[in-house]
Structure formats: structure tokens, C-alpha cells
């Protein structure tokens, strides 16, 4: 069965601060993964996706994210936190004919 | 943005009773799901269709049940609404079930069951 694991159900950046966001899934085969960023009342926009393609993803909004396969992470990244940035960031995995999985998300806030 | 409709935003209503919730897409999606939102789950699928008539369970279906009767309209109903179905309710569609084939969510229905 697949999983994903976010490390952190909140982090806080200052303005400028680079942002790691941590993501680990558990696939029993090639796993092809998601993030998702959710601002206040709002739905759910895909951020970025991991295609096989390339282990760096890159991203909307200057977000980019690394699959590391050794690790069984994809951690999202953003060299330079906006105060625009501060949203819920969900991690998401699917596997062979599974659903996609969604974590428990990641709320990000950044500080003036 | 992908035109997802929730209907309605908002909605309160009293353990037992019966409650249905409408998600409407212009985009001619095959695949359409509903999850809902809890703080400390992130989004648990409850059920998905994948065309017309066609539907199947998520991770959570208990206690739900969805129709589908136009490629447009996905309807999730509570047969009798309890206060653990308290939450925030998403639609969101997919143009097909392939694994690149992102999602695209609604706006969401925040539901509260006293």
C-alpha cells in the first residue's frame, strides 16, 4: 500500500528565508508524486508533479521539488519566501492502480 | 481555473437529516471525487466516479452515497447526517484516471452537523 509521510504540520520562514517543506512516501512500486498548495477557503492547485522525466521538478510560483528515490522523498523548496507563499501544502502520492493519497498537510506561514 | 461549481458554500443542518451536495463542471471531465477536509487527515477520498453512472468507493464512504446521472453533475448525499460528518467537503475532477492526470478542485462546502 502506498503512504506519505509530511514532516511538520507547521513550519514558519521569515520573508526572504528559503522554505523546505518535508515530504517521505512508502510505495511498493514507482511512485508518481504531487504537491498541492490550498490558500484560506479555498480548493486545492496542483503546485508541481513528479513525471519520471526529470528528479527536479520544477514548479508555479518559484517552488520546485526533488525526487531522491534512495530516500523516498520529494521535498518542496523555494529559495526566497514571499509573504504570498503562506498557505496549506499537501504532499500526494499514486502508484500503479491505486487513488492518489493525499498527506496531512504542511501549513506555511511567513513572517514580515 | 478549472470551472468547478460547489453547491452550497456553506450549509448547517441537524443530525438525521438527509443532505445533498452538488458539484457541477464545465470542462467535460470524465473522472469526478469528493473528498473531505479534517484537520489532522488532509483530504480523504469518500467516493469518485469515472462516467456517467459509473461510480465506485473511496476510503471513506460510509455513511455517503453519490450519483451521477450527467457527465456535468456529481451529487454526494448524507442519508442521515451525523456531527462526525462535520468537515469541509471537495469536488474535483480529473480529465482522465492516468497517473499524470491531475486533479482540479472545487472551492469546497463547508458543512456543519449539529
Known amino acids: 500500500a502506498q503512504s506519505v509521510t509530511q514532516l511538520g504540520s507547521h513550519v514558519s520562514v521569515s520573508e526572504g528565508a528559503l522554505v523546505l517543506l518535508r515530504c517521505n512516501y512508502s510505495s511498493s512500486v514507482p511512485p508518481y508524486l504531487f504537491w498541492y498548495v490550498q490558500y484560506p477557503n479555498q480548493g486545492l492547485q496542483l503546485l508541481l508533479k513528479y513525471t519520471s522525466a526529470a528528479t527536479l521538478v520544477k514548479g508555479i510560483n518559484g517552488f520546485e521539488a526533488e525526487f531522491k528515490k534512495s530516500e523516498t522523498s520529494f521535498h518542496l523548496t523555494k529559495p526566497s519566501a514571499h509573504m504570498s507563499d503562506a498557505a496549506e501544502y499537501f504532499c500526494a502520492v499514486r502508484s500503479g492502480s491505486e487513488k492518489l493519497v493525499f498527506g496531512k498537510g504542511t501549513k506555511l506561514t511567513v513572517n514580515p | 481555473d478549472a470551472g468547478i461549481t460547489q453547491s452550497p458554500r456553506h450549509k448547517v443542518t441537524e443530525t438525521g437529516t438527509p443532505v445533498t451536495l452538488r458539484c457541477h463542471q464545465t470542462?467535460?471531465?470524465?473522472?469526478m471525487y469528493w473528498y473531505r477536509q479534517d484537520p489532522g487527515h488532509g483530504l480523504r477520498l469518500i467516493h469518485y466516479s469515472y462516467g456517467v453512472k459509473d461510480t465506485d468507493k473511496g476510503e471513506v464512504s460510509d455513511g455517503y452515497s453519490v450519483s451521477r446521472s450527467k457527465t456535468e453533475d456529481f451529487l454526494l448525499t448524507l442519508e442521515s447526517a451525523t456531527s462526525s460528518q462535520t468537515s469541509v467537503y471537495f469536488c474535483a475532477i480529473s480529465e482522465s484516471g492516468t497517473w499524470n492526470s491531475p486533479l482540479h478542485f472545487g472551492n469546497g462546502t463547508r458543512l456543519t452537523v449539529t
Open positions: 470542462e467535460n471531465h470524465r473522472y
